[in-house]
């Protein structure tokens, strides 16, 4: 069974980092190009980050360039974004993607708040 389940959201302070993590089962997360997306109320979902399916090319939205990465770890099948210097607008659902064929995970909460 396909599967793919976000951890590791949560509330932090504006400046303050996460990591995500997005572990899969059911499929190989390195046959697949894996990307984060989030979504707030009312808007709709946008990318993130992506990373390739072969070797370690990645994708960022200019909105969070040189403050997020996405990576992957193959042997524990598992995606990750780190978040560092996090805004009050990167509040959002965040979603971990696998394409093609298409999987979503579940989403996890992030509040950047003071």
């Known amino acids: 069974q396909v599967q793919l389940v976000e951890s590791g959201g949560g509330l932090v302070q ?12 059911g ?4 046959n697949y190009v894996m990307s984060w ?5 009312g808007k ?3 990318l993130v980050a992506s990373i390739v399916s072969a070797g370690t090319k990645t994708n960022y939205a200019d909105s969070v360039k040189g403050r997020f990465t ?3 770890d193959n ?22 993607k696998a394409f093609f064929p298409t999987y979503w995970g579940q989403g996890t ?5 003071s």
């Not at 499929?27 to 390195?30: L, M, P």
């Not at 909460?109 to 708040?113: A, D, N």
């Open 75 to 96: 042997a524990k099948n598992t995606v990750y974004l780190q978040m560092n210097s996090l805004k009050v607008e990167d509040t959002a659902v965040y979603y971990c």
């Open 70 to 72: 996405i990576s992957r």
């Open 27 to 30: 499929f190989t997360v390195g």
């Open 109 to 113: 909460q992030v509040t950047v708040s």
């Open 14 to 25: 504006p400046g303050g980092s996460l990591r995500l993590s997005c572990a899969a089962s």
């Open 44 to 46: 709709e979902r946008e």
């Open 37 to 41: 997306y989030r979504q707030t109320p």
